[in-house]
């Protein structure tokens, strides 16, 4: 991926000859604590980038999508704007800002550099104590303007809540179309948004439960194209793939250690159980880390890399367990009610997210990694399969609602209150989100 050169904006020159850091000082007043139970969104003023042509506008609204979709902010409708701003290096009129409730705001300008790059410039005001927050600018080609609007947006949602944003990152999916008796399956990825979607299979075999590393823009897949469960490597940029291994019998739901490093997978043997095996890329060496007469399955490394969570039904149903990574301390975690599946372990190590099936309603929930603190944030028909932003504060998932005919993705946040509809051109299942880009 393209590196984006950054530099910190100061504000310019008025009337006093003020110079203001784009640190922001101790008493400035905005601030979002987003650790509270309920959050009312942000009112933020986000004005058209002053450009040549109309990709200012289309950055600064990509801008405005990210922070809405959030569920933090409530970007200002434009038509209530006083102020038009045609200089973003100058002072706003903050009475102007402050009388239609914008708590922030947002300027900016693109302008070409005689490379024929484009330079991106954003300044972040909190309206209401006159000071500017933030200011950078990043310097990418043109190809490159909807990253460099995501870029903006996760540094805004950065100064505003104290946390790392997510909108800089993409998703791989299983994109399926035709006829469900005969349906296509191959992998697609796309930004987080759902825009600029691109292929990574041909289709002519389906592939399945693909995965992101957490190191690199790498996944780990399932392929049926030898007519036998084989898993890969696929190298997103340069389309390199690489075979991990042939497994006998049945293989599922590869997925990186937190150092990428490993793949950890269950693999179902010829006496007809399932278990845990964790295999070291570099030596191809298999480690059996459960060994149990059930299905043991769904495998997920808590992000320091010292336990696995995985789902079992040895104790008659399927439930949530957690063990050391070497596979001692196996312990069942979940008690509640209901079949739990495919749980995955947060970013922050904070909570461990899964699927539910309780009767014929599906849940995606969370619960803290001992098990208790257990909350349902979605319910529907069909829906499985969470994945967490790298800054495990949402959720993407798949859903099939009744009489759909297939499966479509969505996001939700921690609070449950904010759940989105995620476009894509065709049904798609089983989304993996990536680490932050570089």
Avoid: C
């Amino acid at each position: 991926m393209q590196k984006f050169l950054k530099t910190v904006l100061v504000a310019a020159a008025l009337a006093g000859a003020f110079a203001v850091a784009a640190t922001l000082p101790a008493r400035a007043r905005i601030e979002l604590d987003i650790n509270k139970g309920n959050i009312e969104p942000l009112p933020i003023a986000i004005t058209d980038f002053v450009s040549q042509g109309g990709i200012g506008a289309e950055i600064s609204s990509i801008v405005a999508a990210d922070l809405k979709r959030s569920g933090l902010f409530a970007p200002i409708d434009k038509g209530a704007f006083i102020e038009k701003i045609s200089n973003p290096d100058a002072q706003p009129r903050f009475d102007d800002w402050k009388v239609i409730n914008a708590q922030a705001l947002v300027t900016g300008r693109v302008t070409q550099e005689a490379d024929g790059r484009l330079r991106a410039e954003f300044r972040l005001w909190d309206t209401f104590a006159g000071q500017q927050l933030e200011g950078q600018q990043y310097f990418a080609n043109k190809a490159n303007s909807r990253r460099v609007a995501h870029i903006i947006a996760d540094a805004i949602y950065k100064r505003l809540t104290g946390e790392s944003g997510y909108f800089d990152t993409r998703v791989v999916f299983v994109s399926e179309s035709g006829p469900k008796n005969k349906r296509q399956k191959r992998l697609a990825i796309m930004d987080q948004d759902g825009a600029n979607v691109r292929y990574l299979s041909d289709g002519r075999s389906i592939a399945l439960t693909p995965r992101f590393s957490p190191t690199r823009q790498e996944i780990t897949y399932m392929s049926y194209e030898s007519g036998q469960p084989q898993v890969y490597l696929l190298q997103i940029e340069t389309g390199q793939r690489e075979l991990v291994g042939n497994f006998p019998g049945m293989t599922f739901a590869p997925r990186f250690s937190p150092d990428g490093q490993k793949v950890i997978m269950s693999l179902l043997r010829d006496d007809g159980n399932s278990n845990i095996f964790a295999m070291d890329l570099r030596s191809r060496a298999t480690t059996r880390l459960t060994n149990s007469n059930a299905i043991d399955t769904s495998p997920s490394y808590s992000p320091d890399g010292s336990q696995i969570v995985f789902t079992s039904d040895r104790g008659g149903r399927a439930q949530i367990y957690v063990m050391n990574a070497d596979g001692s301390g196996q312990k069942r975690i979940s008690f509640g009610d209901g079949v739990y599946s495919t749980p995955v372990w947060s970013p922050r190590g904070d909570l461990i997210a899964f699927t539910k099936q309780a009767g014929s309603e599906f849940q995606i929930g969370v619960m803290k990694t001992d098990g208790s603190g257990e909350r349902i944030l979605s319910s529907g028909f069909q829906q499985e399969g969470p994945t967490w932003a790298p800054n495990g504060r949402v959720l993407m998932f798949f859903r099939e609602a009744a009489g759909s005919g297939g499966p479509k993705l969505y996001s939700i946040d921690l609070t449950g209150r904010n759940e989105q509809a995620i476009p894509t051109a065709s049904f798609g299942s089983d989304p993996a989100w990536s680490p932050l880009l570089e």
